[in-house]
């Protein structure tokens, strides 16, 4: 499962432009203080992984014997827990060098390198042949990718599925909590217009979160790659470290437990599909 055949039809003149976010400020430091489950991975030397990863897998019904391609892998958790599931094999795909090297000390520690391996590759242009996977999985990738290198990305996820794959996208945190729920709360208050942050975002966000999702959002953009079946629901995780004030913070709880207003609470999206 080398994928030469794509890399050899690959040339200069048709690989993609340079990603709007550089691979640079995915740093040792970025994945192992900031991302989900960094302090599970550190305080382990990455035998530990956080229970999201388990959770893809059993939202993505993954099933004995089936190749993962999971795009953005990060410290490559999913690719560990995924062989250890059962799966015939996992890949993961990185364009950040420190992910690779994180990727690669994770499947060292869990002695799943036989089944398990990284790439070094932008996911616009995955070197895998056709028709490789059964699933493939982007965990909170989605955000950092622009409009076009998203409908790219999606594209290549389509072409490496085999007809009747799926694809699980994760996306955190939605674009509606800042930029409505948040702007309302701090708009009709005179006091919180004059103490609030204009922007919620921390500064990683507003460096690598340049694509931020709603609901509708993810289902058309699964829909425009090709994919059937698309869905974008909303997840569970109530996110409101940004929120400046207690009561504030309870109204983003409250929100996300009433079904016709329960995005303008909840911070994270799902997106699924299926290739026909």
């Given at each position: 499962?080398s994928?030469?055949?794509?890399?050899?039809?690959?040339?200069?003149?048709n690989?993609?432009?340079?990603?709007l976010?550089?691979?640079?400020?995915?740093d040792?430091?970025?994945?192992?203080?900031?991302?989900?489950?960094?302090?599970?991975?550190?305080?382990?030397g990455?035998?530990?992984?956080?229970?999201?990863?388990?959770?893809?897998?059993?939202?993505?019904?993954?099933q004995?014997?089936?190749?993962?391609?999971?795009?953005?892998?990060g410290?490559?958790?999913?690719?560990?827990?995924?062989?250890?599931?059962?799966a015939?094999?996992?890949?993961?795909?990185?364009?950040?060098?420190a992910?690779?090297?994180?990727?690669?000390e994770?499947?060292?520690v869990?002695?799943?390198?036989?089944?398990?391996?990284?790439?070094?590759?932008?996911?616009?242009?995955?070197?895998?042949d056709?028709?490789?996977?059964?699933?493939v999985?982007?965990?909170?990738?989605?955000e950092h990718?622009?409009?076009?290198e998203?409908?790219?990305?999606?594209?290549?996820?389509?072409?490496?599925l085999?007809?009747g794959?799926?694809?699980?996208?994760?996306?955190?945190?939605?674009?509606?909590?800042?930029?409505?729920?948040?702007?309302l709360q701090?708009g009709?208050?005179p006091?919180?217009?004059?103490?609030?942050?204009?922007?919620?975002?921390?500064?990683?966000?507003?460096?690598m979160h340049?694509?931020?999702?709603?609901?509708?959002?993810?289902?058309?953009?699964?829909?425009?790659?090709?994919?059937s079946?698309?869905r974008?629901?909303?997840?569970?995780?109530v996110?409101?470290?940004?929120?400046?004030?207690?009561?504030?913070?309870?109204?983003y709880?409250?929100?996300?437990h009433?079904?016709?207003v329960?995005?303008?609470?909840?911070?994270?999206?799902?997106g699924?599909?299926?290739?026909?």
């Amino acid at each position: 499962m080398s994928g030469v055949s794509r890399t050899e039809r690959d040339n200069e003149e048709n690989l993609p432009p340079p990603p709007l976010v550089s691979p640079e400020l995915y740093d040792d430091d970025y994945y192992l203080t900031t991302c989900a489950g960094s302090d599970e991975w550190r305080g382990s030397g990455g035998a530990a992984v956080a229970g999201v990863y388990v959770g893809s897998l059993q939202r993505a019904h993954l099933q004995p014997g089936e190749v993962l391609v999971d795009i953005g892998t990060g410290r490559g958790e999913l690719l560990a827990v995924a062989v250890e599931s059962g799966a015939g094999r996992a890949v993961g795909v990185e364009y950040s060098p420190a992910a690779v090297r994180l990727t690669s000390e994770t499947i060292r520690v869990h002695g799943v390198g036989d089944r398990a391996e990284v790439l070094l590759a932008d996911a616009r242009r995955i070197p895998l042949d056709d028709g490789t996977a059964d699933l493939v999985t982007m965990l909170d990738v989605v955000e950092h990718l622009a409009p076009r290198e998203l409908d790219q990305t999606l594209s290549e996820a389509f072409r490496v599925l085999r007809p009747g794959g799926r694809i699980l996208a994760h996306t955190f945190p939605s674009r509606t909590i800042y930029d409505v729920t948040y702007r309302l709360q701090r708009g009709l208050h005179p006091r919180r217009r004059r103490t609030w942050p204009v922007q919620p975002r921390v500064e990683y966000e507003l460096l690598m979160h340049v694509n931020e999702q709603t609901v509708a959002t993810m289902r058309r953009s699964l829909r425009r790659a090709g994919f059937s079946q698309c869905r974008g629901r909303l997840g569970e995780w109530v996110y409101t470290d940004f929120v400046p004030e207690e009561r504030a913070k309870q109204l983003y709880r409250r929100l996300a437990h009433i079904p016709l207003v329960n995005r303008l609470g909840v911070a994270n999206i799902w997106g699924e599909g299926v290739k026909p």
